[in-house]
């Protein structure tokens, strides 16, 4: 069954600094799509950006890049120059085609001023 | 505006008294889902529809049922609620078509107590 693992509960960087957030997965499959999404404190569920599996180049949006690494399974979140509006419960998700949808418990990050 | 709404957006019931959130997506999407979030366990699907008529469970979905008689709307629907069905919850939707068929477009989510 796949799974996914975020190893850090809590995280928190100064502001305009830089803070990576973990995420580690656990699948047989060869397709399939990556996701960070951000939950601020009005919950909605916003996406950060996506990974496609099949595809080497890491994605970027701005100041969020992710590292894949698909032999580790490993697809961690790096956020440069933190904003405070940055601050929230981020999520990592698995998803598999039309499949279901698998999140990792989340990571709250907090940025200091 | 493209968007995913849900009602209500909160409600306090009663154990075991029947009730129903409604989603609704105006984007013509064909696949939509339901997730509870829960503390430390992040979101988990309970059920999800690739089309009219067609439903499949996720992994929580002992308690819930669901329907998808139009495309648009994909109501979660809990026949005798129980306490450890507080949660919040949310319904999603993404195109089956085009070049982002997997990026999932979230409700505002529905706090739900059951007391």
Redesign the interface.
């Known amino acids: 069954a796949q799974t996914?693992t975020?190893s850090q509960?809590e995280m928190s960087v100064q502001e305009a600094e830089t803070v990576t957030l973990s995420c580690t997965y656990d699948t047989s499959e060869s397709d399939y799509?990556l996701?960070w999404y951000k939950q601020p404190p009005s919950?909605?569920?916003i996406?950060v950006i996506?990974q496609e599996a099949y595809k080497q180049q890491n994605a970027t949006e701005n100041r969020f890049s992710v590292n894949f690494q698909k032999a580790a399974k490993s697809f961690s979140l790096k956020i440069s120059d933190s904003q405070l509006g940055d601050a929230a419960m981020y999520?990592c998700?698995y998803?598999r085609?039309?499949d279901?949808?698998?999140?990792?418990?989340?990571t709250s990050l907090s940025v200091i001023p | 505006e493209a968007q995913v709404t849900q009602n209500p957006r909160y409600l306090i019931t009663v154990t075991g008294k029947k009730l129903t959130v409604t989603c609704s997506q105006n984007m013509n999407h064909e696949?939509m889902?339901w997730?509870r979030q829960d503390p430390?366990?992040?979101?988990?699907?309970i059920y999800?529809s690739?089309n009219v008529e067609v439903t499949d469970k996720?992994?929580v979905p002992e308690g819930y049922k669901v329907s998808r008689k139009e495309k648009r709307n994909f109501p979660l629907i809990l026949e005798s609620p129980s306490p450890n069905q507080t949660s919040?919850y949310?319904c999603?939707s993404n195109p089956?078509q085009g070049r982002?068929t997997?990026?999932?477009y979230?409700g505002?989510?529905t706090r739900l107590t059951v007391l």
């Open positions: 996914v975020q509960p799509y996701f919950r909605q569920m996406l996506r999520f998700a998803r085609g039309y279901k949808v698998i999140f990792g418990p989340g | 696949y889902s997730y430390g366990l992040g979101l988990r699907q999800y690739m996720g992994d919040l949310f999603a089956g982002f997997d990026t999932q979230f505002p989510g």
